[in-house]
């Protein structure tokens, strides 16, 4: 089993930024692939950034691109997501996922609130 913490979330001003953290434990060893998804009232879960765990490749979505950086400290277990130039349309509750197999995501976490407004 993997657990995953996320932080750092809360109110920003639109063109703001903002430092999403999640701190895994347990068997981190088995971690192939980790990510961030989010999601917004009334609206469907949305993948925003991942990245592999060992060869740190990373994969955007579309309306995140240019603007959030995802990156980690294998040492300190931790992800972290960077995000600049935030919009309101970026509000929404942010998910750190660990993925065991390059086909999915097996943990997840509790989730942070961002919201972006004046």
């Known amino acids: 089993q993997v657990q995953l913490v996320e932080s750092g979330g809360g109110l920003v001003q639109p063109g703001g930024s903002l430092r999403l953290s999640c701190a895994a434990s347990?068997?981190?060893?088995?971690?192939?692939?980790m990510g961030w998804f989010r999601q917004a009232p009334a609206k469907e879960r949305e993948f925003v950034a991942a990245?592999?765990?060992?060869?740190?490749?990373?994969y955007y979505g579309d309306s995140v691109r240019g603007r959030f950086l995802i990156f980690r400290d294998n040492d300190k277990n931790t992800l972290y997501l960077q995000m600049n130039t935030l919009k309101p349309e970026d509000t929404g509750v942010y998910y750190c996922?660990?993925?065991?197999?390059?086909?999915?995501?097996?943990?997840w976490g509790q989730g942070t609130q961002v919201t972006v407004s004046s």
């Open positions: 996922a660990a993925a065991r197999r390059y086909s999915g995501y097996d943990y």
């Open positions: 347990g068997r981190t060893d088995s971690i192939v692939r």
């Open positions: 990245i592999d765990w060992r060869g740190g490749r990373t």
